[in-house]
């Protein structure tokens, strides 16, 4: 049986007022369950990070109701949404957001360090194909050796959930695939989901469901009845 990790119930989010407001998301209801790769596809302004940092507790909604696992998020207070972000959420971005004073393995142990459950830093900069490499400062590394790292610093914290807002965005091709396996291979370790936005379509091939957004709205939610592996992926 497949576990809800999350689910949302008629959730909108609003920005500003009156004659300026913006509905940045509306109506958003869906379910996602355990060891899912959902992907996120939809134009620029539709409302993917909106959503995304709603279920990373980034963000309150406007309206409507949001669940992890038996826990409403909607009723949580700021510090029950704090440790919910701090311990349970993974969260990857763009342009990896390292501290650029502590050496690849110093962010994943500083990560590591917050939380009640963590992994073995070490293992993980392993698991993320880094071993030997954690004395690196962030700028001594190319740009998909830093979104391996924030990948760690994400996993080492054993999150319920794994969420990546355009993870490839900043990556050429070959690296872009290199993650795209990696946050797999997580999938199937942790047997978290993982929510990830793209502008890429092409890694819908990989997801098991593909959320399509418009104008605020999950328009589609698209069943992939065969995945493919990273490396048959067509980037
Ligand atoms: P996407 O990630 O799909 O590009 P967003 O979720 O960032 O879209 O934004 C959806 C809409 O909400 C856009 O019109 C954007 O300008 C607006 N928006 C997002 N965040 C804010 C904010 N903090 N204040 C006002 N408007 C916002
Ligand atoms: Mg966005």
């Known amino acids: 049986m497949k576990e809800t990790v999350?689910?949302?119930?008629?959730?909108?989010?609003?920005?500003?007022?009156?004659?300026?407001?913006?509905?940045?998301?509306?109506d958003a209801s869906f379910e996602i369950h355990s060891g899912e790769f959902i992907v996120v596809l939809g134009p620029s302004g539709s409302g993917k990070s909106t959503l995304?940092?709603?279920?990373?507790g980034m963000d309150h909604p406007t309206k409507g109701r949001l669940w992890y696992r038996d826990k409403e998020?909607?009723?949580?207070?700021?510090?029950?949404?704090?440790?919910?972000?701090?311990?349970?959420?993974?969260?990857?971005f763009q342009f990896f957001n390292l501290i650029p004073s502590l050496t690849a393995e110093e962010n994943v142990a500083l990560a590591a360090s917050i939380v009640p459950n963590?992994?073995?830093?070490?293992?993980?900069?392993?698991?993320?194909?880094?071993?030997?490499?954690?004395?690196?400062?962030?700028?001594q590394l190319s740009g998909g050796e830093q979104q391996r790292v924030s990948i760690a610093r994400a996993i080492?914290?054993?999150?319920?959930?794994?969420?990546?807002?355009?993870?490839?965005?900043?990556?050429?091709?070959?690296?872009?695939?290199?993650v795209v396996k990696l946050l797999l291979e997580v999938r199937k370790r942790l047997g978290c989901?993982?929510?990830?936005?793209?502008?890429?379509?092409?890694?819908?091939?990989?997801?098991?469901?593909?959320?399509?957004m418009r104008d605020g709205r999950?328009?589609?939610?698209?069943?992939?009845?065969?995945p493919v592996s990273a490396e048959e992926m067509v980037w």
Do not use: W
Not at 7 to 26: D, F, H, I, S, W
């Open 6 to 26: 999350l689910r949302g119930e008629a959730l909108y989010k609003t920005y500003g007022a009156n004659e300026v407001e913006v509905n940045a998301l509306q």
């Open 52 to 56: 995304l940092n709603l279920l990373g």
């Open 218 to 226: 999950i328009e589609r939610i698209e069943v992939n009845t065969s």
């Open 118 to 139: 963590p992994m073995s830093p070490g293992e993980v900069m392993a698991m993320v194909g880094l071993k030997g490499r954690g004395h690196h400062f962030p700028s």
């Open 193 to 212: 989901p993982v929510v990830t936005i793209t502008h890429n379509a092409g890694m819908a091939q990989v997801a098991d469901r593909v959320f399509h």
């Open 73 to 92: 998020l909607t009723d949580y207070s700021d510090t029950q949404l704090s440790d919910y972000r701090k311990d349970v959420v993974g969260f990857i």
């Open 156 to 178: 080492v914290k054993n999150p319920g959930l794994l969420l990546c807002d355009e993870p490839t965005g900043a990556l050429d091709s070959k690296n872009s695939v290199a």
